[in-house]
């Protein structure tokens, strides 16, 4: 028998299925790399003996990790767990966060605070024994903050002059044609610029009925197109999903519910907010770069930003990433993967009608919050260019509550939750404002 084993098995043997809750990613990696430490044989093997000295290692380590979860969980409160670089000078943001997962009933979370760049605070939490350890390094959707990256994307795009942010997204595209046979392009449909879908103001109106601050009334369209992929894909009579580009030319033929450029975000009080309008930004970033968007995101000019560390999000529970969290929310629905099949699904993973790889440059990416925290420091967290001072935005879909904030002192600030369900109805706006509060107040080394 030999008296050698390689790194790989070891590094399996670690990374087993019943130790990824309980051992952290980053131990298992620093236990590989001190057996390896120092070893003649060569970076790749080390002695079946060291090997096995290393497996009790970890597995005692595993048994004590675990009797410290079971005894967390006895009598007087779930267990809490808290992960990432010390910070005791930060106490506070830890203390709201524990307060307001007891208290909303939240399960995983992260928080991140970043001045100048430089991650002063990365923290992650989880609440309740019987869940694995949430670290750092795992990845959350982020719903709507998806959006500050598309952005940085159509601005990055738009520096280099390879972009004009005049030019008119449906004849870009190449779309003349409705998607729906015998429908007919509404008026205005072609003026709908970059910038327009920028701004939220492509024309679009997926809320209730309103009256603009100019006295303007305002129709509803009744209905958020990402959210309908089913709808979508019966309609153009597919036989399967759709496309982002189905989805696009089945927009072509739908009604405006005001002129391209005459209403906004702020005109309409947020009513004009618009997901599809930035689902087609991406394709603006994917037709002008000719890579896809996921992969613009990720690559130079951004990457040196924190982008290498940003995901296309995966519908199904099953096609989870590894380092991803579960998602929690109450709610089923029939399926959007699965448009012509009742197939009954948890709201997260398709029920709540929306598919994360169809709306990946509005709503569809995964990260961590100190990617979040980090990437504002350098990019606007609403619209447009460099760090935004004041600005706030916020995510929210089915197991997925996300939040971003610049603050004018130099402090950025992103956490992240595994649902937007909550106990306390106040408990989020709650740990916002403290959040907030303690970004303006704590002394940042």
């Known amino acids: 028998m030999s008296s050698v084993v390689t790194a790989f098995w070891l590094r399996a043997w670690l990374h087993r299925r019943e130790f990824q809750p309980i051992i952290p990613a980053i131990i298992r990696e620093e236990l590989l790399r001190a057996a390896l430490a120092n070893r003649r044989l060569g970076a790749n093997m080390i002695t079946r003996r060291d090997a096995l000295k290393l497996c009790a290692g970890a597995s005692a380590f595993a048994v004590s990790r675990f009797a410290v979860a079971r ?38 979370g992260q928080l991140a605070v970043s001045l100048r760049g430089r991650l002063v605070f990365n923290h992650a939490y989880t609440n309740g024994a019987e869940h694995p350890t949430v670290e750092t390094t795992n990845l959350f959707r982020i719903a709507s903050c998806s959006k500050l990256f598309t952005c940085a994307a ?4 738009r520096a280099s002059g390879q972009l004009d942010m005049k030019t008119r997204v449906f004849p870009l595209l190449d779309i003349h044609a409705p998607g729906v046979p015998g429908q007919r392009p509404p008026q205005h449909i072609n003026d709908i610029t970059v910038q327009n879908l920028v701004d939220h103001s492509g024309g679009w109106n997926d809320h209730g009925a309103f009256t603009a601050k100019n006295g303007q009334k305002i129709p509803s369209s009744n209905w958020d197109p990402v959210f309908g992929i089913r709808k979508i894909a019966q309609e153009l009579r597919l036989s399967g999903l759709p496309t982002k580009m189905d989805m696009a030319r089945y927009m072509y ?8 450029g005459t209403q906004n975000f702020d005109t309409t009080s947020g009513n004009s907010y618009s997901n599809i309008g930035y689902m087609l930004l991406g394709l603006v970033v994917e037709k002008v770069s000719g890579r896809s968007y996921i992969e613009f995101v990720r690559a130079v000019p951004l990457a040196h930003d924190g982008t290498s560390d940003v995901y296309l999000a995966h519908t199904a529970a099953r096609e989870r990433m590894p380092r991803e969290v579960w998602y929690e929310d109450g709610g089923t629905g029939p399926s959007a993967l699965f448009p012509f099949k009742d197939v009954i699904v948890p709201n997260p993973y398709g029920g709540e009608g929306y598919v994360t790889e169809l709306m990946d440059s509005g709503g569809g990416l995964a990260t961590t919050a100190g990617t979040l925290a980090r990437f504002i420091g350098q990019h606007a967290t609403w619209g447009l260019g460099g760090r935004a001072p004041g600005a706030e935005r ?47 107040s704590q002394h940042f080394a």
């Open 154 to 157: 159509i601005e990055t795009l």
């Open 71 to 108: 005894y967390a969980a006895a009598p007087g409160g779930p267990a809490w767990r808290v992960t990432g670089p010390d910070a005791p000078a930060l106490a506070a943001f830890d203390e709201r966060a524990r307060e307001f997962m007891h208290a909303a009933g939240v399960s995983a």
């Open 394 to 440: 916020s995510g929210s879909m089915a197991g997925t509550s996300s939040y971003a904030m610049s603050r004018p002192n130099g402090v950025d600030c992103a956490f992240i939750f595994n649902t937007r369900n909550f106990k306390d109805a106040h408990a989020y706006e709650n740990f916002t404002n403290n959040v907030r509060k303690l970004c303006d």
């Open 253 to 260: 033929g739908q009604p405006l519910q005001f002129a391209p």
